[in-house]
């Protein structure tokens, strides 16, 4: 027999075998960066790569006006945008037809524009810059380059006077110089882009106030997404960001406890982990810590074959990599996931959407002529932290361009039902119909006769019940890629009272008999939105899930504001972006909600910054301000349920002096685009009677519900699962 030590000494180092695959995975995505460098055609925000690509070829050809000007939109999407002016003046004072001089003044007048954002709003950096309405903080302090962008602006409307995207971008320079609306010339005017809205009497308009910056949380970068969750098991709620750059890290914001936050990247083992323009947050192996999923390639098409990462929490404040010993590990273009419990094992399954072709990729990418597909899949959770894949399962097969997927149980049958927005194409409902006699879900795509298949050019979506009567109801937000390069024409012609082009979301009422009502219209979400990164909470505590939406698009004309709607009793939404100072014009990516200063109101965490390497912005943390009134929060702990209790449905029945009411709410990570916290966050309004009589929780794959009398109000609930 050999020796025992020996014996020990042949086994597997399991924590050497995952040092090993996380480094793996640190050298992959060390591998696109230097396949950027190399190829960096290929990637539409590798600005810099292409300058220096491009910077001999401009020198041996110092005649070709056209390669001159590509090179100086290359500089106008770097960080180093000045670069581009004396090339585009060269240009527009030797090339005098119609069609250069368009080229030239539309370029520099952009130009200009983006430079006096960096100078104004990042330099010299306040928390009011760039929110509209603007603030007396807000007007540039350093006028020249505004004052350039007007000059060239003017040239051009005195041209194409009918171009509404000269007129919008002509209206905010004017309210950066501190001159609109008096000196803005009244053919051009759109009116109101100062004022604040109008409510009806009663709602309760939540006031925030970016404190980014002031908390140490302000990461100056391009788009990509956040999550918020207590990843380091103290009580306090952490932020996990990224950014969709080749070489910027995830950054991991740990929560101090007393308000402010500090970066523990490193500490946390995540040196070298790159990328990401979305992420979800779970729990996918019960340990009580929420894991990491990011994903990558969205838009890329064949460019976009980068690996997602599945980041495990390892419970002391550190993460590892494991997407390879997982099962995860793929190179598919992707931006979405969503977990849910599917088989009701107690463990989270995920369904990840990847983005086969279409022909709208063409807006970014040049996609390949016989382009391989990238099958959406399901990955069933095995309980040992690995995954088995399924293209297809009974019911369920997805080749398409996915852009958005939520969980949500439409029938109150206790199994989750998938939503998948596409992109181009009609959305995709798959209502679940069980297990089979092998124990494997079983679906049923009825999205047709359940009428949600619009809009057709949808990005984020997610379930939430709007008007809480106990159904999931569903909201899709549109993103038309039809006019992507037209998008602050479109938000002039709203804002003048004209006809828009582009589709409106989509929020649809359930039924209660798995089908839909399309209710936009009489519920006041037929806008202009151009979403991105999304999310949705109860923002003034009356009860009632509101929806913040993230705009923009990769063009730096498209700098339109964020948008802040407010639900009023579930029966209509109010607009209130410029009374709620949310309306940041950076573009607006991922969005996560959550009380992260413990005072019983949802504050939110936004990744700013567009496309392009020279779009970026610092992240905004708004802070509500506002009177938090009656709350009430609660964290659940499943047992046979998954751990994290995601699925879970709670009903809260409130009483107000005679009256009672229901609340309800299911345990998710909220939009598609961001990812909130799985904490419960109940607004019980502002009476001085209220009180909660009863939780009332229906666990995943649970029978009875666990029912919770009489739980104190404006406080925090840990309750754990009953057998």
Same mark, same amino acid.
């Given at each position: 027999?050999?020796?025992?030590? %020996?014996?020990?000494?042949?086994?597997?180092?399991?924590?050497?075998?995952?040092?090993?695959?996380?480094?793996?995975?640190?050298?992959?995505?060390?591998?696109?960066? #230097?396949?950027?460098?190399?190829?960096?055609?290929?990637?539409?925000?590798?600005?810099?790569?292409?300058?220096?690509?491009?910077?001999?070829?401009?020198?041996?050809?110092?005649?070709?006006?056209?390669?001159?000007?590509?090179?100086?939109?290359?500089?106008?999407?770097?960080?180093?945008?000045?670069?581009?002016?004396?090339?585009?003046?060269?240009?527009?004072?030797?090339?005098?037809?119609?069609?250069?001089?368009?080229?030239?003044?539309?370029?520099?007048?952009?130009?200009?524009?983006?430079?006096?954002?960096?100078?104004?709003?990042?330099?010299?950096?306040?928390?009011?810059?760039?929110?509209?309405?603007?603030?007396?903080?807000?007007?540039?302090?350093?006028?020249?380059?505004?004052?350039?962008?007007?000059?060239?602006?003017?040239?051009?409307?005195?041209?194409?006077?009918?171009?509404?995207?000269?007129?919008?971008?002509?209206?905010?320079?004017?309210?950066?110089?501190?001159?609109?609306?008096?000196?803005?010339?009244?053919?051009?005017?759109?009116?109101?882009?100062?004022?604040?809205? *109008?409510?009806?009497?009663?709602?309760?308009?939540?006031?925030?106030?970016?404190?980014?910056?002031?908390?140490?949380?302000?990461?100056?970068?391009?788009?990509?997404?956040?999550?918020?969750?207590?990843?380091?098991?103290?009580?306090?709620?952490?932020?996990?960001?990224?950014?969709?750059?080749?070489?910027?890290?995830?950054?991991?914001?740990?929560?101090?406890?007393?308000?402010?936050?500090?970066?523990?990247?490193?500490?946390?083992?995540?040196?070298?982990?790159?990328?990401?323009?979305?992420?979800?947050?779970?729990?996918?192996?019960?340990?009580?810590?929420?894991?990491?999923?990011?994903?990558?390639?969205?838009?890329?098409?064949?460019?976009?074959?980068?690996?997602?990462?599945?980041?495990?929490?390892?419970?002391?404040?550190?993460?590892?990599?494991?997407?390879?010993?997982?099962?995860?590990?793929?190179?598919?273009?992707?931006?979405?996931?969503?977990?849910?419990?599917?088989?009701?094992?107690?463990?989270?399954?995920?369904?990840?959407?990847?983005?086969?072709?279409?022909?709208?990729?063409?807006?970014?990418?040049?996609?390949?002529?016989?382009?391989?597909?990238?099958?959406?899949?399901?990955?069933?959770?095995?309980?040992?932290?690995?995954?088995?894949?399924?293209?297809?399962?009974?019911?369920?097969?997805?080749?398409?361009?996915?852009?958005?997927?939520?969980?949500?149980?439409?029938?109150?049958?206790?199994?989750?039902?998938?939503?998948?927005?596409?992109?181009?194409?009609?959305?995709?409902?798959?209502?679940?119909?069980?297990?089979?006699?092998?124990?494997?879900?079983?679906?049923?795509?009825?999205?047709?006769?359940?009428?949600?298949?619009?809009?057709?050019?949808?990005?984020?979506?997610?379930?939430?019940?709007?008007?809480?009567?106990?159904?999931?109801?569903?909201? %899709?937000?549109?993103?038309?890629?039809?006019?992507?390069?037209?998008?602050?024409?479109?938000? #002039?012609?709203?804002?003048?009272?004209?006809?828009?082009?582009? *589709?409106?979301?989509?929020?649809?009422?359930?039924?209660?008999?798995?089908?839909?009502?399309?209710?936009?219209?009489?519920?006041?979400?037929?806008?202009?939105?151009?979403?991105?990164?999304?999310?949705?909470?109860?923002?003034?505590?009356?009860?009632?899930?509101?929806?913040?939406?993230?705009?923009?698009?990769?063009?730096?004309?498209?700098?339109?504001?964020?948008?802040?709607?407010?639900?009023?009793?579930?029966?209509?939404?109010?607009?209130?972006?410029?009374?709620?100072?949310?309306?940041?014009?950076?573009?607006?990516?991922?969005?996560?909600?959550?009380?992260?200063?413990?005072?019983?109101?949802?504050?939110?965490?936004?990744?700013?910054?567009?496309?392009?390497?020279?779009?970026?912005?610092?992240?905004?943390?708004?802070?509500?301000?506002?009177?938090?009134?009656?709350?009430? $929060?609660?964290?659940?702990?499943?047992?046979?349920?998954?751990?994290?209790?995601?699925?879970?449905?709670?009903?809260?029945? $409130?009483?107000?002096? *005679?009256?009672?009411?229901?609340?309800?709410?299911?345990?998710?990570?909220?939009?598609?685009?961001?990812?909130?916290?799985?904490?419960?966050?109940?607004?019980?309004?502002?009476?001085?009677? $209220?009180?909660?009589?009863?939780?009332?929780?229906?666990?995943?794959?649970?029978? *009875?519900?666990?029912?919770?009398?009489?739980?104190?109000?404006?406080?925090?609930?840990?309750?754990?699962?009953?057998?």
């Amino acid at each position: 027999m050999l020796p025992l030590v %020996v014996f020990l000494s042949c086994q597997p180092d399991i924590k050497q075998i995952e040092l090993e695959n996380h480094n793996r995975m640190v050298a992959k995505l060390d591998s696109i960066i #230097t396949d950027a460098r190399e190829n960096p055609l290929k990637y539409f925000y590798a600005n810099e790569y292409r300058i220096a690509y491009l910077d001999s070829l401009v020198d041996a050809n110092p005649g070709h006006a056209q390669l001159h000007y590509y090179f100086a939109l290359e500089h106008q999407n770097s960080p180093g945008i000045e670069k581009s002016i004396p090339i585009l003046q060269n240009l527009a004072s030797t090339l005098t037809d119609s069609v250069s001089q368009l080229m030239t003044n539309e370029a520099l007048a952009i130009s200009f524009l983006r430079l006096a954002e960096v100078t104004n709003c990042i330099e010299n950096y306040t928390p009011s810059n760039c929110i509209l309405p603007f603030d007396e903080e807000a007007i540039h302090q350093n006028k020249s380059y505004i004052q350039s962008s007007i000059s060239h602006l003017e040239f051009l409307l005195d041209r194409y006077p009918d171009n509404y995207s000269y007129h919008w971008m002509y209206n905010l320079a004017h309210i950066a110089n501190g001159t609109y609306p008096v000196e803005t010339d009244p053919d051009f005017l759109i009116p109101g882009l100062q004022d604040y809205e *109008e409510f009806p009497a009663g709602l309760n308009v939540p006031r925030f106030s970016d404190t980014g910056m002031m908390k140490g949380v302000g990461d100056n970068r391009i788009s990509g997404s956040a999550c918020t969750q207590d990843f380091t098991g103290n009580g306090h709620l952490d932020i996990f960001t990224t950014s969709y750059g080749f070489e910027n890290e995830v950054i991991l914001y740990a929560s101090d406890g007393q308000g402010g936050f500090t970066n523990q990247t490193h500490a946390a083992g995540l040196k070298g982990i790159m990328g990401g323009l979305n992420i979800e947050c779970a729990d996918i192996n019960n340990s009580g810590f929420a894991d990491i999923l990011i994903l990558r390639g969205a838009w890329l098409a064949q460019h976009g074959k980068h690996p997602n990462s599945l980041l495990r929490n390892n419970g002391d404040g550190t993460f590892t990599d494991i997407t390879i010993s997982s099962g995860l590990y793929e190179s598919f273009p992707t931006q979405t996931a969503a977990f849910a419990d599917i088989n009701h094992n107690g463990y989270l399954d995920i369904f990840i959407g990847n983005e086969s072709y279409s022909e709208w990729q063409g807006f970014f990418v040049d996609t390949e002529e016989d382009p391989e597909p990238y099958p959406s899949a399901i990955f069933i959770n095995n309980g040992n932290e690995t995954f088995s894949r399924y293209e297809t399962l009974i019911g369920f097969e997805l080749n398409e361009f996915v852009k958005g997927a939520s969980w949500g149980d439409i029938n109150n049958n206790g199994w989750p039902d998938l939503y998948v927005s596409v992109m181009g194409g009609n959305n995709r409902l798959f209502a679940h119909r069980g297990l089979d006699d092998d124990g494997f879900p079983k679906f049923e795509e009825i999205s047709q006769t359940a009428g949600v298949q619009q809009p057709l050019f949808s990005f984020p979506a997610w379930f939430f019940d709007y008007n809480n009567n106990g159904l999931d109801d569903l909201f %899709v937000v549109t993103y038309d890629v039809r006019v992507i390069n037209n998008v602050a024409d479109e938000i #002039t012609r709203e804002r003048l009272g004209q006809q828009t082009r582009s *589709e409106f979301s989509r929020l649809y009422k359930n039924m209660g008999n798995e089908t839909f009502r399309d209710v936009t219209e009489e519920s006041g979400l037929n806008a202009v939105m151009f979403g991105m990164g999304v999310n949705y909470g109860d923002l003034n505590n009356n009860g009632f899930p509101d929806i913040y939406i993230g705009t923009g698009a990769p063009d730096l004309s498209a700098i339109i504001p964020n948008r802040l709607f407010l639900n009023q009793n579930g029966h209509r939404f109010y607009e209130s972006t410029a009374a709620s100072g949310v309306g940041h014009l950076q573009k607006g990516h991922g969005v996560s909600m959550a009380d992260l200063n413990g005072n019983g109101l949802l504050d939110m965490y936004i990744v700013l910054g567009g496309a392009v390497e020279g779009d970026f912005y610092h992240n905004a943390l708004f802070e509500n301000r506002s009177d938090p009134g009656n709350w009430l $929060v609660v964290k659940l702990e499943g047992v046979t349920a998954n751990r994290q209790a995601i699925g879970a449905k709670v009903e809260a029945v $409130v009483r107000d002096q *005679e009256a009672t009411r229901s609340l309800h709410r299911t345990v998710n990570t909220g939009g598609s685009f961001g990812a909130n916290n799985s904490r419960i966050h109940f607004g019980l309004g502002h009476g001085e009677s $209220v009180s909660v009589e009863s939780l009332i929780i229906k666990w995943p794959g649970s029978g *009875e519900p666990q029912i919770v009398e009489n739980p104190a109000i404006n406080t925090i609930h840990h309750i754990r699962q009953e057998h």
